[in-house]
């Protein structure tokens, strides 16, 4: 290594200029050497960096005046005079104003920037994260960006990136770009490694028009990491990871699930008991005593069924272990700058008798040079690949849901048991440790090339290019296992997984090419700068896949030559589109104190008819830094203040797909014959409209900037509205149509929002400690203006969108407490009719649901929406991070919590909601167990508990009452590090050691109430537990 | 400059062809047509098409229980309108097209088909219907949109006069390797279907269900020349008659070591079906079918489900005739009710074909909850049920009788009795006494009639209710003679109590666990005993208005169809 340093230094050396040899140091605040620092001889191209310890040398006359320079310090310039030796140490930069930050085709200043953006540094967020995918780390860092997940199962997080929440109907994700070229997915994004994340600039307001049709939903532009120049730098950077299973719902044990039907059957009246295959209270009655053992004398086909009290979540989720490392080499001269990176993770899923996991490997490679004085070359090439592995069967949520927790998966002998048909006999311990795999690899590859040259001195042209190849192939195998009883015999059940192997792949190529001519110029304190270009995107796709289905022999082996070749099904597929652009931005400013941005492009897509291909957007923003003022110069606790405004059109392309306007012939297969064989046939299903185009989406942007207290304290604010009209709909119109009387898309409906984002924070220093705080929150509100021809509202618990209210609106009935007498629910039978079970043995009783009759007509009827109550959306709303941080001689210490304070969630779905009201064939929930109301109980928080499930989803379902507020706060990350001191590690040649804790999701405070997870949305089917980390790391810096 | 854009965004589908093309040889009305058949009912339907529910089973539904709610959209309305959508193209396309007539008549002619097919279906579900006979898009002006119900009369006009199309383009027979395709004779079959249909819902039912059209229901509007009940009933004879003599099909009979045809018929696959190793080509008596194949495309049915189901009631256990011909109230071959094997004995084989689960001189458990497993009777159904779990629940694949000689055979016997009032021994002989005779059964004869007391009529009804039992045909006969409001709502009984093995012996009954208790009844040798009651009168409530299936509320918003009178 140290041979290496020695080369780069004379490659150095060699670029040194005439005069007198200086030598120097420059030290950081602590008085520590720092590495890296610019010394530039003004007004001259010749300079040096520092060394690892800080040190320099370059020649220099005694007028020279040194400029010294690092980022995120104050710039100190020293006049060389008679010295030979200089030292200095720089002074940090407390109000960032300098940064630079990149915009939509540029980069501006932080304090020149008039759009709606927040920036984020790659050190500070993902530096010691225990987390592989970026966009999770992202979490409560940045207000007006929402991630959720829906999963923490590795490598199917089913993340969802949402920047202002809403802008249509058709949400997509934000547009990402990774070093201005736009990602084929956001799967690359989330497959990128962190470590090479240099910063992250979230585009939020109209600032996005110059991305045009994709800009409506926010951008996210990605700046990776570059060489610096000077010496060769190698960074390790790893850590152990040991995950443990979180919230879990509260699925009934077989005691609990004996104790539910047996309440389920006090509640009810004698003549309308059922104890279903059990037969009798006494049967149920041995499962909540926690008897083991055969069960007889039930219904026959389940006589003898062997029950025992089993805990699934135990069975099938722990602990897990996971890893990840990273590794770069970065280095540079005056020329040449590179930096390469690998990482390897092994992130490793809760489930235990399977592995569920995926390993990830990349490969990153920046390289620039600098051709001439004029000319420069850039380029990066990015290998990413994936790798997941799980079992193709059994981990969903049936598993938990479907049968009750009382067989034993195994018998005695390790033979899989059958659940005896009681829920179609399925044993998904033998589903996920034998019914197959699924083996998923992804690869991409992508190389981006650039040049800039210098044509005229302030006018330069630069030329972009970018290569993307992703492909991914899956291989499933599935297998059907025997079930056996208790004793060993065959039961004469099978896991009953259709057998066969699918072998599938898919293969995309993405290029994008840019070309822009930049001018530059500035006259006494007016300063102007334009970009005109072209940027062309073409991608296209083909896939394919063949499945064999029949029985083939077990023998670890999974291939497609392995399955037999009776039953072959195949499928083909190609696609393709393009888009075509012409953009331009304009910035001008006056000293920096007013300032104006001009963005426009003109997109061209392939994806609508001739004559309906090309669409305009523009947007403006202006700002003033009135802390410029003269007149505020005065105000020494005001540091910094910049008020903002921008307005500006874009466009979404969601949910068109590449040739909805053509009406294409779609093939498919008909059985014929007396020994069956295929035929082909074909329809012409697609309704279209061929004069379909973008939704046109515009935003106004107000905001502020500001600094007090020589920076200490800063914050912002952003309140925007935003209106989208001609958004994409599906007009219903009637089914003599056809296709279910469902319309083509077309322009038909309106929408408005509106929101506001705050941060503030402080940063100071107190002797030897470093210290800031910080938080931010947001809130995003919508209401559909327009959608044509829905706009009566329709029960449901997983959001609608009606006319006149928000996205992912509910509408559930009104409720009025529980039944407390038989006369009140006689009384109730007389006055009302409608939607609740008839009188009888499984009619209403005391303790059940008393639904309102908001209209007051007599019936309680969903039909004309008008006994239904609003009641609100399903978003999430004030979304909010609280970062800690704290430093203190080597002991730095970072917690951020992240949450929501409002967000309505109704879990309906699944078996695991409420009692019985999913089916009563399956397991439930005991999350309410001795929580319902009973004539001894009749405050009760929840109604009687009924095993009819016409009953149950009477008292749970759709109900105002059972709607729980999702509010909660997760300390989604701790990191506690130590950096060991440079003089004990500079003697084994490392020059910065840093050991850490770092832990995700440790703990949170929720108000759900039926112990599911705060993040696992409104499903009850996702029962993957999220898992809290808890990791040890290393960093090293050679 | 542009001609680099044109390169981004000048681009065509690469794995489709665009409808510009299509249309324009044989071939693709060939390929057109064959996708019609995608339309047809098959395992995967509603359980109501396989007559769950019915007065003849033993577990009840809401529907005949005439608890029907108003929903908000109805499957069956949407796919009937999307199948019809395809149907109206190719008959469209077939007027635009230029070349020689003749190569395109049969897809035109199966096109004809699946209009009438497609509608009838409809029309049994929902009386007269918004009558779409061209291709209608989001394009197409107002007006289309807000077509009127057109009267059943002119619904059935219209199906009458496609199936015609039908009868006149079809090919005669096809193939071995076009099985399930539509021949002019299954038109022909289908055809008198409808007509029985029809006439005998004009004569039991009448009006009672069409409302006054304009602000109830379809209305009684008449097209001119509309067929008499007479000559619709005529018109059914005729054309049953042809099928049966011309039409080449022939009842599935075979000399099975146990059981029966009537068992190996529903599930008859390839060769390892049954024990005679016969597979699906020689299947003759299936004259509309949907084909299923176990590796090509199995049933989309948890067929477990129909053996709970579709197991019977009091009613049809003693529906079913002793072998001598005779109900068990009149023939002294009925060995009583002591134990259900002693009510199987001597009885219509039929009985063995469809049901299991009786102990050998015993009867079996009823001790399981009133709303599984086909408890209160302890029977099980098998018919459709794979032969000793050949095939795995939800991958049998035998195909799908729409419609089969046996109910040609029926539909020519009731058509003929219908329009006389009598029928002679030679018409019994070469219709229903065929499928009594498969089934183990003596003969009907106007003597035997006369001699114990029997109507003809209900004869020929019972042996359709037996014959064709979950074939999705009771529920409809039902309505059509005019009988289901009272047949719906009478009480579902099981398995008799009252001086049987159940009486007393726990083990093999539980009293408590039956919420609707037991009953006194004359049973069906016409004595009084006690039974299990399945489904009490509380719960039945089907009356006249529940014969319609409601419109669907959105519909009714978004075209202003009329809904059924009643609702």
């Given at each position: 290594?140290?041979?290496?340093?020695?080369?780069l230094?004379?490659?150095?050396?060699?670029?040194?200029?005439?005069?007198q040899?200086?030598?120097g140091?420059?030290?950081?605040?602590n008085?520590?050497?720092?590495?890296?620092?610019?010394?530039?001889?003004?007004?001259?191209?010749?300079?040096?960096?520092?060394?690892?310890e800080?040190?320099?040398?370059?020649?220099?006359?005694?007028?020279s005046?040194?400029?010294?320079?690092?980022?995120?310090y104050?710039?100190?310039?020293?006049?060389?005079?008679?010295?030979?030796?200089?030292?200095?140490?720089?002074?940090?930069?407390?109000?960032?104003?300098?940064?630079?930050?990149?915009?939509?085709?540029?980069?501006?200043?932080?304090?020149?920037?008039?759009?709606?953006?927040?920036?984020?540094?790659?050190?500070?967020?993902f530096?010691?994260?225990?987390?592989?995918?970026?966009?999770l780390?992202?979490?409560?860092?940045?207000?007006?960006?929402?991630?959720?997940?829906?999963?923490?199962?590795?490598?199917?997080?089913?993340?969802?990136?949402?920047i202002?929440?809403?802008?249509?109907?058709?949400?997509?994700?934000?547009?990402?770009?990774?070093?201005?070229?736009?990602?084929?997915?956001?799967?690359?994004?989330?497959?990128?490694?962190?470590?090479?994340?240099?910063?992250?600039?979230?585009?939020?307001?109209?600032?996005?028009?110059?991305?045009?049709?994709?800009?409506?939903?926010?951008?996210?532009?990605?700046?990776?990491?570059?060489g610096?120049?000077?010496?060769?730098?190698?960074n390790?950077?790893?850590?152990?990871?040991?995950q443990?299973?979180?919230?879990?719902?509260?699925?009934?044990?077989?005691?609990?699930?004996?104790?539910?039907?047996?309440?389920?059957?006090?509640?009810?009246?004698?003549?309308?008991?059922?104890?279903?295959?059990?037969?009798?209270?006494?049967?149920?009655?041995?499962?909540?005593?926690?008897?083991?053992?055969?069960l007889?004398?039930?219904?026959?086909?389940?006589?003898g069924?062997?029950?025992?009290?089993?805990?699934?979540?135990?069975?099938?989720?722990?602990?897990?272990?996971?890893?990840?490392?990273?590794?770069?080499?970065?280095?540079?001269?005056?020329?040449?700058?590179?930096?390469?990176?690998?990482?390897?993770?092994?992130?490793?899923?809760?489930?235990?008798?399977?592995?569920d996991?995926q390993?990830?490997?990349?490969?990153?490679?920046?390289?620039?040079?600098?051709?001439?004085?004029?000319?420069?070359?850039?380029?990066?090439?990015?290998?990413?690949?994936?790798?997941?592995?799980?079992?193709?069967?059994?981990?969903?949520?049936?598993?938990?849901?479907q049968?009750?927790?009382?067989?034993?998966?195994?018998?005695?002998?390790?033979?899989?048991?059958?659940?005896?048909?009681v829920?179609?006999?399925?044993?998904?311990?033998?589903?996920?440790?034998?019914?197959?795999?699924?083996?998923?690899?992804?690869?991409?590859?992508?190389?981006?090339?650039?040049?800039?040259?210098?044509?005229?001195?302030?006018?330069?042209?630069?030329?972009?290019?970018?290569?993307?190849?992703?492909?991914?192939?899956?291989?499933?195998?599935?297998?059907?296992i025997a079930?056996?009883?208790?004793?060993?015999?065959?039961?004469n059940?099978?896991?009953?997984?259709?057998?066969?192997?699918?072998?599938?792949?898919?293969?995309?190529?993405?290029?994008?090419?840019?070309?822009?001519?930049?001018?530059?110029?500035?006259?006494?304190?007016?300063?102007?700068?334009?970009?005109?270009?072209?940027?062309?995107?073409?991608?296209?796709?083909?896939?394919?896949?063949?499945?064999?289905?029949?029985?083939?022999?077990?023998?670890?082996?999974?291939?497609?030559?392995?399955?037999?070749?009776?039953?072959?099904?195949?499928?083909?597929?190609?696609?393709q589109?393009?888009?075509?652009?012409?953009?331009?931005?304009?910035a001008?400013?006056?000293?920096?104190?007013?300032?104006?941005?001009?963005?426009?492009?003109?997109?061209?897509?392939?994806?609508?008819?001739?004559?309906?291909?090309a669409?305009?957007?523009?947007?403006?923003?202006?700002?003033?830094?009135?802390?410029?003022?003269?007149?505020?110069?005065?105000?020494?606790f005001?540091?910094?203040l910049?008020?903002?405004?921008?307005?500006?059109?874009?466009?979404?392309?969601?949910?068109?797909?590449?040739?909805?306007?053509?009406?294409?012939v779609?093939?498919?297969?008909?059985?014929?014959?007396?020994?069956?064989?295929?035929?082909?046939?074909?329809?012409?299903?697609n309704?279209?409209?061929?004069?379909?185009?973008?939704?046109?989406?515009?935003?106004?942007?107000?905001?502020?900037?500001?600094?007090?207290?020589?920076?200490?304290l800063?914050?912002?604010?952003?309140?925007?509205?935003?209106?989208?009209?001609?958004?994409?709909?599906?007009?219903?119109?009637?089914?003599?149509?056809?296709?279910?009387?469902?319309?083509?898309?077309?322009?038909?409906?309106?929408?408005d929002?509106?929101?506001?984002?705050?941060?503030?924070g402080?940063?100071d220093?107190?002797?030897?400690?470093?210290?800031?705080?910080?938080?931010?929150?947001?809130?995003?509100?919508n209401?559909?203006?327009?959608?044509?021809?829905?706009?009566?509202?329709?029960l449901?618990?997983?959001?609608?969108?009606?006319?006149?209210?928000?996205?992912?609106?509910?509408?559930?009935?009104?409720?009025?407490?529980f039944?407390?007498?038989?006369?009140?629910v006689?009384?109730?039978?007389?006055?009302?009719?409608?939607?609740?079970?008839?009188?009888?043995?499984?009619?209403?009783?005391?303790?059940?649901?008393?639904?309102?009759?908001?209209?007051?007509?007599?019936?309680?009827t969903?039909?004309?929406?008008e006994?239904?109550?609003?009641?609100?959306?399903?978003?999430?709303?004030?979304?909010?991070?609280?970062?800690?941080?704290?430093g203190?001689?080597?002991?730095?210490?970072?917690?951020?919590?992240?949450?929501?304070?409002?967000?309505?969630?109704?879990?309906?779905?699944?078996?695991?909601?409420?009692?019985?009201?999913?089916?009563?064939?399956?397991?439930?929930?005991?999350?309410?167990?001795g929580?319902?109301?009973?004539?001894?109980?009749?405050?009760?928080?929840?109604?009687?508990?009924?095993?009819?499930?016409?009953?149950?989803?009477?008292?749970?379902w759709?109900?105002?009452?059972?709607?729980?507020?999702?509010?909660?706060?997760?300390?989604?990350?701790?990191?506690?590090?130590?950096?060991?001191?440079k003089?004990l590690?500079?003697?084994?040649?490392?020059?910065?050691?840093?050991?850490?804790?770092?832990?995700?999701?440790?703990?949170?405070?929720?108000?759900?109430?039926?112990?599911y997870?705060?993040?696992?949305?409104?499903?009850?089917?996702?029962i993957?537990?999220?898992?809290?980390?808890?990791?040890?790391?290393?960093?090293?810096?050679? | 400059?542009?001609?680099?854009?044109?390169?981004?965004?000048?681009?065509?589908?690469?794995?489709?062809?665009t409808?510009?093309?299509?249309?324009?040889?044989?071939?693709?009305?060939?390929?057109?047509?064959?996708?019609?058949?995608?339309?047809?009912?098959?395992?995967?339907?509603?359980?109501e098409?396989?007559?769950?529910?019915?007065?003849?089973?033993?577990?009840?539904?809401?529907?005949?229980?005439?608890?029907?709610?108003?929903?908000e959209?109805?499957?069956?309305?949407?796919?009937?309108?999307?199948?019809?959508?395809?149907?109206?193209?190719?008959?469209e396309?077939?007027?635009?097209?230029?070349?020689?007539?003749?190569?395109?008549?049969?897809?035109?002619?199966?096109?004809?088909?699946?209009?009438?097919?497609?509608?009838?279906?409809?029309?049994?579900?929902?009386?007269?219907?918004?009558?779409?006979?061209t291709?209608?898009?989001?394009?197409?002006?107002?007006?289309?949109?807000?077509?009127?119900?057109?009267?059943?009369?002119?619904?059935?006009?219209?199906?009458?006069?496609?199936?015609?199309?039908?009868?006149?383009?079809?090919?005669?027979?096809?193939?071995?390797?076009?099985?399930?395709?539509?021949?002019?004779?299954a038109?022909?079959?289908?055809?008198?279907?409808?007509?029985?249909?029809?006439?005998t819902?004009?004569?039991?039912?009448?009006?009672?269900t069409?409302?006054?059209?304009?602000?109830?229901?379809?209305?009684?509007?008449?097209?001119?020349?509309?067929p008499?009940?007479?000559?619709?009933?005529?018109?059914?004879?005729?054309?049953?008659?042809?099928?049966?003599?011309?039409?080449?099909?022939?009842?599935?009979?075979?000399?099975?070591p146990?059981?029966?045809?009537?068992?190996?018929?529903?599930?008859?696959?390839?060769?390892?079906?049954?024990?005679l190793?016969?597979?699906?080509s020689t299947?003759?008596?299936?004259?509309?079918?949907?084909?299923?194949?176990?590796?090509?495309?199995f049933?989309?049915?948890?067929?477990?489900?129909?053996?709970?189901?579709?197991?019977?009631?009091?009613?049809?256990?003693?529906?079913?005739?002793?072998?001598?011909?005779?109900?068990?109230?009149?023939?002294?071959?009925?060995?009583g009710?002591?134990?259900?094997?002693?009510?199987?004995?001597?009885?219509?084989?039929?009985?063995?074909?469809?049901?299991?689960n009786?102990?050998?001189?015993?009867?079996?458990?009823?001790?399981?909850?009133?709303?599984?497993?086909?408890?209160?009777?302890?029977?099980?159904?098998?018919?459709?049920?794979?032969?000793?779990?050949?095939?795995?629940n939800?991958?049998?694949?035998?195909?799908?009788?729409?419609?089969?000689?046996?109910?040609?055979?029926?539909?020519?016997?009731?058509?003929?009795?219908?329009?006389?009032?009598?029928?002679?021994?030679?018409?019994?002989?070469?219709?229903?006494?065929?499928?009594?005779?498969?089934?183990?059964?003596?003969?009907?004869?106007?003597?035997?009639?006369?001699?114990?007391?029997l109507?003809?009529?209900?004869?020929?009804?019972?042996?359709?209710?037996?014959?064709?039992?979950?074939?999705?045909?009771?529920?409809?006969?039902?309505?059509?003679?005019?009988?289901?409001?009272?047949?719906?709502?009478?009480?579902?009984?099981?398995?008799?109590?009252?001086?049987?093995?159940?009486?007393?012996?726990?083990?093999?009954?539980?009293?408590?666990?039956y919420?609707?208790?037991?009953?006194?009844?004359?049973?069906?040798?016409?004595?009084s005993?006690?039974?299990?009651?399945?489904?009490?009168?509380?719960?039945?409530?089907?009356?006249?208005?529940?014969?319609?299936?409601?419109?669907?509320?959105?519909?009714?918003?978004?075209?202003?169809?009329?809904?059924?009178?009643?609702?």
């Amino acid at each position: 290594m140290k041979t290496l340093f020695a080369v780069l230094m004379l490659i150095s050396v060699n670029a040194f200029g005439q005069g007198q040899t200086i030598s120097g140091k420059v030290l950081d605040e602590n008085g520590e050497g720092l590495p890296g620092a610019t010394v530039v001889v003004k007004g001259t191209t010749s300079g040096t960096t520092t060394d690892i310890e800080g040190a320099f040398r370059l020649q220099a006359d005694e007028s020279s005046v040194l400029v010294i320079s690092f980022v995120g310090y104050e710039p100190y310039e020293v006049t060389v005079g008679n010295q030979s030796i200089i030292q200095t140490s720089l002074k940090p930069d407390v109000s960032s104003l300098d940064e630079v930050v990149v915009v939509g085709y540029g980069e501006q200043t932080k304090e020149t920037v008039t759009g709606a953006i927040e920036v984020v540094k790659g050190k500070e967020v993902f530096a010691s994260r225990a987390q592989t995918n970026p966009a999770l780390a992202l979490q409560g860092q940045t207000p007006g960006i929402t991630v959720t997940r829906g999963s923490a199962r590795p490598g199917q997080e089913d993340i969802d990136l949402q920047i202002r929440g809403f802008a249509s109907i058709n949400q997509d994700p934000p547009l990402i770009m990774i070093d201005n070229v736009p990602v084929l997915n956001a799967r690359e994004f989330y497959s990128m490694n962190p470590d090479d994340i240099e910063s992250i600039s979230v585009l939020k307001d109209a600032a996005t028009a110059i991305y045009g049709a994709r800009g409506a939903n926010g951008v996210i532009l990605v700046t990776t990491k570059k060489g610096t120049r000077g010496e060769l730098t190698v960074n390790y950077n790893g850590n152990f990871r040991m995950q443990s299973v979180g919230l879990t719902p509260h699925a009934a044990n077989m005691r609990e699930y004996g104790q539910l039907w047996l309440e389920a059957n006090e509640e009810m009246p004698e003549e309308g008991r059922n104890y279903w295959g059990f037969g009798t209270a006494e049967k149920i009655q041995l499962l909540a005593d926690g008897y083991e053992g055969p069960l007889t004398d039930i219904y026959f086909a389940w006589d003898g069924m062997y029950v025992k009290d089993v805990d699934r979540i135990e069975e099938f989720f722990g602990n897990s272990y996971s890893q990840q490392h990273n590794i770069s080499v970065s280095g540079g001269n005056e020329t040449t700058r590179y930096r390469i990176s690998g990482l390897f993770a092994d992130d490793v899923g809760a489930l235990k008798p399977a592995y569920d996991g995926q390993k990830q490997y990349n490969l990153r490679f920046n390289f620039d040079h600098q051709l001439s004085d004029r000319v420069n070359l850039s380029s990066g090439i990015t290998y990413q690949k994936r790798r997941r592995s799980s079992p193709s069967n059994g981990v969903d949520g049936r598993s938990f849901q479907q049968n009750p927790w009382i067989f034993p998966s195994k018998n005695d002998e390790g033979q899989y048991v059958a659940a005896f048909g009681v829920i179609g006999s399925e044993n998904f311990l033998a589903s996920v440790e034998s019914g197959g795999r699924e083996e998923l690899d992804e690869d991409l590859t992508k190389i981006n090339l650039g040049m800039t040259a210098e044509i005229v001195e302030g006018l330069t042209l630069e030329l972009t290019g970018s290569y993307n190849r992703r492909v991914q192939s899956t291989d499933e195998s599935n297998i059907d296992i025997a079930l056996y009883d208790w004793d060993g015999n065959f039961a004469n059940y099978t896991s009953q997984i259709p057998e066969g192997i699918t072998d599938s792949y898919e293969e995309n190529d993405y290029l994008n090419y840019g070309s822009y001519l930049n001018y530059q110029k500035s006259i006494q304190g007016h300063n102007f700068s334009a970009k005109v270009g072209v940027t062309g995107d073409y991608f296209r796709s083909e896939g394919n896949s063949i499945t064999r289905n029949g029985y083939f022999e077990d023998n670890g082996i999974y291939d497609i030559n392995i399955a037999p070749q009776t039953n072959v099904q195949t499928e083909g597929g190609q696609g393709q589109w393009g888009l075509y652009a012409y953009l331009s931005r304009i910035a001008y400013d006056y000293k920096g104190k007013y300032l104006f941005d001009l963005v426009g492009r003109r997109d061209v897509s392939s994806r609508f008819a001739e004559g309906y291909k090309a669409l305009n957007y523009a947007g403006v923003s202006a700002g003033w830094v009135i802390s410029e003022e003269s007149f505020l110069k005065g105000a020494s606790f005001l540091s910094f203040l910049k008020i903002k405004a921008s307005y500006g059109e874009t466009g979404n392309q969601a949910g068109i797909d590449q040739f909805s306007y053509l009406s294409t012939v779609a093939p498919s297969r008909q059985l014929f014959g007396a020994s069956p064989a295929l035929q082909s046939s074909a329809s012409i299903p697609n309704i279209i409209d061929p004069t379909v185009t973008w939704e046109r989406i515009n935003m106004t942007n107000f905001g502020t900037e500001f600094s007090l207290f020589d920076f200490k304290l800063s914050g912002s604010f952003d309140y925007y509205l935003r209106n989208n009209s001609g958004m994409l709909i599906a007009v219903e119109y009637g089914s003599i149509m056809g296709n279910d009387g469902i319309g083509p898309l077309t322009n038909s409906g309106d929408l408005d929002a509106h929101g506001w984002e705050a941060a503030l924070g402080w940063k100071d220093r107190v002797g030897d400690v470093t210290f800031s705080v910080s938080a931010n929150m947001s809130d995003s509100r919508n209401k559909i203006v327009r959608l044509d021809g829905a706009n009566i509202p329709v029960l449901n618990t997983e959001g609608i969108n009606i006319e006149g209210y928000p996205i992912g609106s509910l509408f559930l009935w009104e409720t009025d407490g529980f039944f407390q007498t038989q006369e009140e629910v006689d009384a109730y039978y007389s006055t009302y009719s409608g939607s609740f079970p008839n009188q009888g043995n499984t009619g209403l009783r005391p303790g059940d649901v008393i639904k309102v009759d908001r209209n007051e007509d007599g019936v309680i009827t969903s039909e004309n929406g008008e006994d239904l109550k609003f009641m609100g959306d399903l978003s999430p709303h004030y979304t909010y991070g609280v970062n800690l941080g704290a430093g203190w001689k080597g002991i730095d210490f970072q917690v951020t919590f992240q949450g929501v304070l409002d967000q309505n969630i109704y879990r309906q779905e699944g078996n695991l909601s409420a009692p019985f009201a999913g089916s009563r064939f399956a397991n439930q929930t005991a999350a309410f167990l001795g929580k319902t109301w009973t004539e001894s109980n009749p405050s009760a928080e929840y109604p009687r508990m009924t095993w009819n499930t016409a009953l149950a989803r009477h008292n749970w379902w759709d109900n105002e009452w059972f709607l729980q507020n999702n509010r909660y706060m997760r300390l989604k990350t701790l990191i506690v590090g130590y950096t060991l001191p440079k003089s004990l590690t500079q003697k084994v040649a490392i020059d910065k050691a840093r050991i850490y804790f770092s832990g995700n999701d440790l703990f949170e405070f929720t108000a759900i109430k039926d112990g599911y997870d705060p993040e696992s949305r409104g499903s009850s089917s996702n029962i993957y537990p999220f898992m809290r980390t808890y990791s040890l790391g290393i960093d090293l810096t050679f | 400059m542009m001609s680099c854009q044109d390169a981004f965004t000048d681009l065509e589908p690469l794995d489709e062809i665009t409808d510009a093309t299509f249309y324009s040889t044989p071939a693709h009305f060939e390929l057109a047509s064959n996708h019609l058949y995608d339309g047809m009912l098959g395992w995967g339907a509603d359980g109501e098409f396989r007559d769950y529910g019915s007065d003849l089973v033993s577990i009840p539904q809401i529907y005949t229980q005439g608890n029907v709610v108003v929903p908000e959209t109805d499957a069956l309305w949407n796919e009937g309108y999307d199948d019809l959508r395809d149907v109206n193209m190719l008959i469209e396309s077939a007027a635009e097209y230029t070349g020689d007539a003749s190569e395109i008549a049969p897809y035109v002619g199966t096109a004809h088909f699946f209009r009438a097919y497609e509608y009838f279906t409809l029309l049994q579900r929902f009386g007269g219907v918004p009558l779409i006979t061209t291709v209608i898009s989001s394009a197409s002006p107002d007006e289309v949109f807000e077509t009127p119900r057109s009267s059943r009369y002119e619904v059935i006009g219209l199906i009458l006069s496609d199936l015609d199309e039908a009868i006149a383009n079809c090919p005669p027979s096809v193939g071995e390797s076009d099985l399930g395709k539509i021949t002019s004779m299954a038109a022909k079959a289908y055809k008198a279907k409808v007509l029985l249909y029809e006439a005998t819902w004009e004569k039991y039912v009448g009006t009672d269900t069409d409302g006054d059209g304009s602000t109830t229901g379809a209305g009684s509007s008449k097209p001119a020349n509309y067929p008499t009940v007479e000559a619709m009933l005529a018109d059914a004879i005729d054309l049953s008659k042809d099928v049966m003599v011309n039409g080449g099909y022939e009842l599935w009979n075979h000399d099975f070591p146990e059981i029966n045809s009537n068992f190996f018929l529903h599930q008859l696959e390839d060769g390892g079906s049954n024990p005679l190793g016969l597979d699906k080509s020689t299947n003759k008596e299936f004259i509309i079918q949907k084909v299923y194949d176990y590796n090509l495309g199995f049933g989309d049915l948890n067929f477990a489900t129909t053996e709970s189901r579709m197991a019977p009631n009091r009613k049809s256990m003693d529906m079913f005739l002793c072998t001598d011909g005779l109900p068990i109230s009149k023939s002294p071959r009925f060995q009583g009710y002591n134990t259900m094997w002693d009510e199987l004995q001597n009885r219509d084989n039929r009985m063995v074909a469809y049901f299991y689960n009786v102990p050998e001189n015993g009867s079996p458990v009823l001790n399981v909850g009133p709303s599984d497993s086909g408890a209160g009777i302890g029977i099980r159904n098998r018919k459709f049920r794979s032969w000793n779990g050949y095939r795995p629940n939800e991958r049998q694949a035998q195909n799908y009788s729409i419609l089969r000689l046996a109910e040609v055979y029926l539909t020519y016997a009731e058509a003929i009795y219908e329009l006389r009032g009598s029928i002679t021994d030679a018409e019994l002989d070469e219709s229903i006494n065929l499928t009594r005779a498969r089934a183990g059964i003596d003969p009907l004869s106007n003597n035997l009639a006369t001699t114990y007391d029997l109507n003809i009529l209900e004869e020929i009804r019972r042996e359709r209710a037996l014959e064709l039992y979950c074939e999705n045909t009771r529920i409809h006969d039902l309505k059509r003679w005019g009988i289901a409001d009272e047949v719906f709502a009478e009480e579902i009984y099981g398995a008799v109590i009252e001086g049987t093995v159940y009486d007393g012996d726990e083990s093999l009954y539980l009293p408590s666990i039956y919420p609707f208790g037991e009953k006194t009844i004359t049973v069906g040798n016409g004595e009084s005993r006690r039974v299990v009651v399945r489904d009490g009168a509380s719960n039945r409530r089907f009356t006249m208005a529940h014969y319609l299936a409601p419109i669907p509320i959105s519909q009714i918003s978004l075209t202003g169809v009329l809904q059924n009178p009643g609702y």
